[in-house]
Antibody, heavy 116, light 112 residues
Framework: EEQLVQSGGGLVQPGGSLRLSCAASGLIFSTYAMSWVRQAPGRGLEWVSTISTSGGSAFYADSVKGRFTVSRDNSKNTLYLQMSGLRDEDTAVYFC?????????WGKGATVIVSS | DVVMTQSPLSLPVTLGQPASISCRSSQSLVYSDGNIYLNWFQQRPGQSPRRLIYKVSNRDSGVPDRFSGSGSGTDFTLKISRVEAEDVGVYYCMQGTHWPRTFGQGTKVEIK
């Protein structure tokens, strides 16, 4: 079964940092671009970032550019999102998802709460 | 950025009756390869999104055939031929043609 298992959410103070992980199983991880999508409480879906298969290219929403860094380790079948300079408005459930134009398999989400 | 506008935002439906959700994009979603990267997702309460339709009209494996997608250019529609109780949730369109990727605001489907 194709699965994305997420970890790393939590409570962090404004200005702090957090790293999310997304471990893939049942799929050939290295052959897929991967994306992060977030959902603020009671709100809709917002695309955050996408990384190419090799990790050589990465794309970001303007709202996180310069603060978030997406990366991947194909030897570990794992996707990461390093978040720094966190703001109240970054509070959300963060989903990892397989793909870029055609995101299909989704993780269960990791909750990030930015609060003092 | 490409703005995806869904309507209606709330859709009360009687069980067994049809439902239709519109999604309009502010720019053409035709990519240089000729494909239109327009996806539809269902998000049931407390769950992750689930893709139903990709590239306008292709139904994902395991998706009931009461769900169908259509459209072209900038105007797209998701139809449910006969709504069932398990269809309750929020439906989102998403374009994968342009950067940044963008989603519609979501349409909440509920049973009358």
């Amino acid at each position: 079964e194709e699965q994305l298992v997420q970890s790393g959410g939590g409570l962090v103070q404004p200005g702090g940092s957090l790293r999310l992980s997304c471990a893939a199983s049942g799929l050939i991880f290295s052959t897929y671009a991967m994306s992060w999508v977030r959902q603020a409480p009671g709100r809709g879906l917002e695309w955050v970032s996408t990384i190419s298969t090799s990790g050589g290219s990465a794309f970001y929403a303007d709202s996180v550019k310069g603060r978030f860094t997406v990366s991947r380790d194909n030897s570990k079948n794992t996707l990461y999102l390093q978040m720094s300079g966190l703001r109240d408005e970054d509070t959300a459930v963060y989903f990892c998802a397989r793909g870029d134009r055609l995101v299909d398999v989704w993780g269960k989400g990791a909750t990030v709460i930015v609060s003092s | 950025d490409v703005v995806m506008t869904q309507s209606p935002l709330s859709l009360p439906v009687t069980l067994g009756q049809p439902a239709s959700i519109s999604c309009r994009s502010s720019q053409s979603l035709v990519y240089s390869d000729g494909n239109i990267y327009l996806n539809w997702f269902q998000q049931r309460p407390g769950q992750s999104p689930r893709r139903l339709i990709y590239k306008v009209s292709n139904r994902d494996s395991g998706v009931p055939d009461r769900f169908s997608g259509s459209g072209s250019g900038t105007d797209f529609t998701l139809k449910i031929s006969r709504v069932e109780a398990e269809d309750v949730g929020v439906y989102y369109c998403m374009q994968g043609t342009h950067w940044p990727r963008t989603f519609g605001q979501g349409t909440k489907v509920e049973i009358k």
